[in-house]
């Protein structure tokens, strides 16, 4: 079975600063990974997917990610965070008709 | 295109009350999913439909049963609500035909409080 993992729970930062939260996964012949971004109160949104072709995916707010298959990795990147940016992240791989969700990884941004 | 829509947005009940959440997507999407999310767990899935007439188990099943009578509705049922089912539940739909991934797009969820 696919199983995700975020191994950092929390990841204080300052403002204007580099991130990057981690997620591992585990192998299987093919793999479609996704980001997710929850504000405070609200839903989940899509913030970057990786289905096929180049392993460096850009998406919203100005966050990469890097799909490394020997790794088993799918790390979410921002090279200058901003206050806004302080949410809960969730990565997650397809399984079936389903998506395996890691335990998320809270993001606080710092002035 | 108002996408993934859930109702109440919140709720308080008694223990043993019962009640049933909404969740309508306009999207034409086959697949639709209920989630609840607890503070240091992440999202659990409790129960999902593949296709209208359909449901399946996932993670977290007990206590809760759904209904999908129609593509665009998947209600979630509490009968007898518990303490143990505080929580914030989210609804979510993904899939038409020919996709390959799995993308989910989630409602604004449900915020209950069983007292």
């Known amino acids: 079975a696919q199983s995700v993992t975020q191994l950092d729970s929390q990841v204080p930062v300052f403002e204007e600063a580099p991130v990057e939260l981690r997620c591992n996964y585990s192998?299987?012949?093919?793999?479609?990974l996704f980001w997710y971004v929850q504000y405070p109160n609200q839903g989940l949104q899509l913030l970057l997917k990786y289905l096929s072709g180049s392993t460096l995916v850009k998406g919203i707010n100005g966050f990469e990610a890097e799909f490394n298959k020997s790794q088993t990795s799918f790390h979410l990147r921002k090279p200058s965070v901003h206050i806004s940016d302080t949410a809960e992240y969730f990565c997650?791989?397809?399984?079936?008709?389903?998506?395996?969700f890691g335990s998320g990884t809270r993001l606080l941004v710092r002035p | 295109n108002a996408g993934v829509t859930q109702t109440p947005k919140f709720r308080v009940l008694k223990t043993g009350q019962s009640m049933t959440l909404l969740c309508a997507q306009d999207m034409n999407h086959e697949y639709m999913y209920w989630y609840r999310q607890d503070p240091g767990m992440g999202l659990r899935l409790i129960h999902y439909?593949?296709?209208?007439?359909?449901?399946a188990k996932g993670e977290v099943p007990d206590g809760y049963n759904v209904s999908r009578l129609k593509k665009q509705n998947f209600l979630l049922g509490l009968e007898s609500a518990a303490p143990s089912q505080t929580s914030v539940y989210f609804c979510a739909s993904s899939y038409i035909a020919g996709e390959i991934s799995n993308e989910q797009f989630f409602g604004p969820g449900t915020r209950l409080t069983v007292l």
């Open positions: 439909s593949v296709g209208e007439g359909t449901t």
């Open positions: 192998s299987s012949v093919s793999v479609y």
């Open positions: 997650a791989v397809s399984s079936s008709y389903k998506l395996i």
